[in-house]
């Protein structure tokens, strides 16, 4: 098995989909977005979406197992704040250090960026937050009902790791 990870670009849509798709179908509980809706998206708008956002792609033997984004405002007050969204890793990769690889390789670019950078996660999914207490996100805020999937409410801790104030 050899893991790589890039970020992918417009030419790459095809692979955008794929593994996003297989996400949202995956894991509904865990993004807002959902499977029906970006399923029936055009190409075109997951070619949009690599231009929107820098999205990292992890590979293994050349097939799409992971993903990760990040997103950049270009409103010059809020350009200070990356947003990560969108973590991923295919269940039969897991617990292989992807999604660490994943999140070393977005924060490298946030770094180059953005002063900081936040993201959401459900309040149940202790993978992931074990995943970002680890790497020094700290949970600011609470948004009860962030989601509402299946007929269930599911709150999200609202997070944020502060790249300006670390030692590199
Ligand atoms: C959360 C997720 C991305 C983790 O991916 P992964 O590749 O298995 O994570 P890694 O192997 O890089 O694990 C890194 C660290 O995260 C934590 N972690 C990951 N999975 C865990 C689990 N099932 N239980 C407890 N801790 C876990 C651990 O601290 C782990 O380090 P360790 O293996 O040295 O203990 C993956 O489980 C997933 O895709 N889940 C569904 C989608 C999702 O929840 N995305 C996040 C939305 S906010």
Redesign the pocket.
Known sequence: MSLSIRQIGPDEAEIYRTIRLI?LEG?PA??ASDAQTERDRPLDWYAQGTRDAAIFVAFVDGQPV?MAGLFVPDRPKTSHIGTIFG???RPE?????????LMDAVISLARTRVRQVH????VD????L??YH?LGFQTYGTEPRALHVDGRFIDEHLMVRFLDKEDR
């Open positions: 996400a894991d865990s993004f992971g973590l991923y890793v990769q897991r617990r292989n250090g992807t999604a660490a690889a993201l959401g996660v459900a999914n202790c993978a992931a074990k995943l680890r």
